[in-house]
């Protein structure tokens, strides 16, 4: 069993922060890729940045800037620090970790989401 729980959203004013974490725990061998997914109502998910083993990322270009990802591989979390908030980032942000298994699979998991929401 793996688990991805996300924390740290929430309400804040348009040029505010906030930083996300998402947390993977259970039965992990080892974590390759981790990304960070928004998707706002009546939108696709999209994705917003990702990193990888090597630390390595990457950025939409809609938040290149404001937005940095980063990871701390001895605690399996993966965080995104959000700067200068605009009210088109408020949506549902979801993380997602490619990853092995103890068990030898090979496999990506989602966390359940937290809301972000900027006012104006």
């Known amino acids: 069993q793996v688990q991805l729980v996300e924390s740290g959203g929430g309400l804040v004013q348009a040029g505010g922060s906030l930083r996300l974490s998402c947390a993977a725990s259970g039965s992990i061998s080892s974590i390759k890729t981790m990304r960070w997914y928004r998707q706002a109502p009546g939108k696709q998910r999209d994705l917003v940045a990702f990193?990888?083993?090597?630390?390595?990322?990457n950025y939409a270009d809609s938040v290149k800037g404001r937005f940095t990802i980063s990871r701390d591989n001895a605690k399996n979390t993966v965080y995104l620090q959000m700067n200068s908030l605009k009210p088109e980032d408020t949506a549902v942000y979801y993380c997602n970790a490619d990853l092995w298994t103890t068990m030898y699979t090979y496999q990506g998991y989602w966390g359940q989401g937290t809301q972000v929401t900027v006012s104006s």
């Open positions: 990193i990888t083993s090597l630390n390595s990322t």
